[in-house]
């Protein structure tokens, strides 16, 4: 199964890169669709980042939230 969000959030993310976030998560770092989804139910109470909500609910490591933000600021 395959998350695809159109909800903006992180840091001002368009659809389209969060959409791609989402693929980066599950295709590369083998995130489960089941904790992606978790994170972004806990997201709609607290507007957080979907990232850190991954790591602080533990469903991540500390390496992959490194490599998130690597993504990030080279996506």
Sequence with gaps: MI???TQGGEAQMTPSRYSRLINF???DLAISAASIAVAMRHRAQDPGSLTMILWQYGLITREQ???IYD???NA
């Design 3 to 5: 998350i695809h969000s």
């Design 25 to 27: 998560l599950q295709e």
């Design 71 to 73: 993504w990030l600021e």
């Design 65 to 67: 939230l490194e490599q």
